[in-house]
């Protein structure tokens, strides 16, 4: 039996802003339950982080990888080229309803890289 990787997860800086962007759409939508939903939204992140800690594979292949759009074409290269710099080069995303978060893993480390609404188009990355 082989023991469970034990994986240092990270926040990338654009991470930390698409969770700011996510609070600030939460109080634009609707300003009575933004303060709720964002707490429920980083009670999801939380168990993300310690399920990818464990298991940093655990998430779908990124679909960003395989978009056909001008945009998506262009993104792809910009997070492939952060994941490598970051040492870090296997792109996942995992479903957090109604949110995806995308991140990058090697054995022993995870970067989360961004987070968007399953509605969003593409993510934001530095």
């Known amino acids: 039996m082989s ?5 240092q997860v990270h926040a ?11 609070y600030e759409f939460l109080q634009k939508q ?13 009670e999801q992140l939380g168990k993300a982080r ?12 990124a679909r960003l990888l395989s978009l056909k759009s001008e945009q998506g074409r ?10 490598e710099s970051l040492g870090v080069p296997e ?3 995992l479903i957090l309803k109604p949110y995806v978060l ?12 961004s987070l968007r609404h399953e509605r ?4 934001e990355v530095g």
Do not use: C, M, T
């Open 3 to 7: 023991l469970p990787v034990n994986a």
């Open 12 to 22: 990338a800086q654009s991470f930390v802003i698409s969770v700011r962007n996510a």
């Open 30 to 42: 609707d300003p009575y339950r933004a303060e709720e939903r964002y707490q429920e939204l980083l």
């Open 50 to 61: 310690e399920r990818l800690k464990w298991n940093p594979a655990s998430g779908r292949p």
């Open 74 to 83: 262009a993104l792809a290269p910009r997070v492939k080229a952060q994941a």
């Open 91 to 93: 792109l996942r995303e």
């Open 102 to 113: 995308l991140y990058a893993h090697g054995k022993n480390q995870v970067f989360l890289l």
């Open 120 to 123: 969003q188009l593409l993510v």
